[in-house]
């Protein structure tokens, strides 16, 4: 086999992809060798700015030097420990999150979908030690169109049939209930009920905003009926709405916090489980792990990518240009379009028909979207895009929405 040395054209790697890769996405065919802020570059020179920021994963801007100059500093001291001994770099991080966000105390793990597991683990054991749920009883509640992640316990309680589809049997103690609707959460409740996990805003969805007062409602019934509201907040925090986490926006405080994707600001996969000593206290050395969780290569980035986060003024900045892009979005005029919505700089374009092709058009003006759920363009570009680059993007738009 000829070594791959210089780059190949797009439709080559294309190529191999399909060949010799799973084929369980459906990307555009842009093949993007290098990226800076919000732009990213082709194998063949050309340029686009990308507006999903990795599902953002890259709130902070692609290679963000801050970032980037601690991967390297940290990778040449130690990179793994495991957590049977301790490493310089996590305890700082618990503390940083805990001045923070408020929260007592964190539990690291790497993946997204790893930290809902980790808090479904949680929610059960302080049901069973805490609350003093009947052992194996726990329930758990969930929201329809609801994004948690891929394992098994976690599309156990997905409503997309094709999450689901040949991947059976299926982890029990999950009742669904329809988003936004708080009078079901009451109905739904139980003895027996550990936790109401919920997005604040549905990403994966849509970019769907609940009714106004909707999580406060939650957080009050949650707490009058001894049930934990858990936020997966891996798409919607750090800063990605304009608030450092979406919860904010109605003045809660969720009893768990689950954190991922910007959390490391795409250099490295770090999610965390966050709560009261209370909630986090339910575990025992060996209850639970990860050989990766919690190790120093990835708290140092994480750590960085946090301060930039905030001395960079992203969430400020997310705030402020978020409402200028839907102010600018709203604008748009055709027979296609059925709404615009968004909270931040995370705007859902939604048509009356398949956004494929509109996400396909958007590539060909120099703009990378992607679809979700058919028929919604998400606009969720990294936190560090300008006005002008937002006018650049939106002209584009334009063109090819009204076309
Ligand atoms: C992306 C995402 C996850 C899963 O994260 P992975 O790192 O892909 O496992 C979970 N919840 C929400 C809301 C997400 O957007």
Redesign the pocket.
């Known amino acids: 086999m000829p070594a791959i040395a210089e780059q190949l054209p797009t439709q080559s790697y294309v190529e191999l992809e399909n060949a010799y890769g799973a084929h369980n996405y459906h990307p555009l065919d842009v093949v993007i060798e290098r990226a800076e802020g919000v732009w990213v570059y082709d194998v063949e020179g050309k340029r686009y700015l990308d507006c999903l920021a990795s ?1 953002s994963a890259v709130n902070q801007g692609h290679c963000h030097p801050r970032i980037l100059q601690t991967l390297v500093e940290q990778a040449h001291k130690v990179t793994l420990t495991s957590r049977a001994f301790r490493n310089d770099q996590l305890p700082l991080l618990y503390k940083e999150l805990h001045d923070l966000t408020g929260y007592d105390m964190a539990l690291p793990m790497n ?3 790893e930290a ?1 597991e980790t808090a479904v683990k949680t929610a059960r054991k302080w049901g069973y030690t805490v609350k003093g749920v009947p052992e194996c009883h726990s329930e758990i509640i969930v929201c329809a169109n609801n ?4 394992t098994i316990t976690i599309i156990s309680f997905s409503t997309d049939e094709q999450y689901r589809r040949g991947f059976g049997p299926f982890t029990p103690g999950f009742k669904i209930i329809p988003y936004g609707d708080s009078r079901a959460l009451i109905g739904a409740i139980t003895s027996n009920t550990c936790a109401f996990l919920v ?1 604040p805003i549905q ?2 969805a849509g970019i769907i905003i609940p009714p106004d007062g909707f999580l406060r409602e939650a957080a009050d019934i949650c707490r009058r009926n001894r049930v934990l509201l858990i936020a ?1 907040e ?2 919607s925090g750090l800063g990605r709405t304009g608030k450092l986490f979406a919860y904010m926006h109605e003045g809660i405080h969720p009893d768990v916090l689950i954190i ?2 910007a959390l490391a600001g795409g250099f490295y ?1 770090v ?1 965390a489980v966050l709560a009261s000593k209370e909630i986090l206290g339910v575990y025992q050395p060996g209850d639970h792990g990860s050989t990766f969780g919690g190790n120093p290569l990835g708290c140092a980035v994480a750590r960085t990518a946090l301060r930039v986060l905030i001395e960079e003024k992203m969430v400020e900045r997310s705030a402020e240009l978020g409402a200028y892009f839907l102010d600018r979005l709203r604008t748009l005029r055709s027979s296609d379009l059925r709404e615009v919505h968004g909270r931040g700089l995370w705007i859902g374009i939604e048509m009356n028909s398949p956004a494929r092709p509109y996400c396909e058009a958007l590539k060909q003006e120099g703009i990378l979207c992607k679809e979700t759920h058919d028929r919604v363009i998400r606009i969720a570009p990294p936190l560090v895009i300008t006005r002008e680059e937002i006018d650049w993007a939106f002209d584009r738009i334009k063109k090819v929405i009204e076309k």
Do not use: C, L, M, T
């Open positions: 599902y993946s997204g979908a809902v994004f948690h992640g891929r997005e990403g994966e997966d891996i798409q991922g994707k996969p999610s």
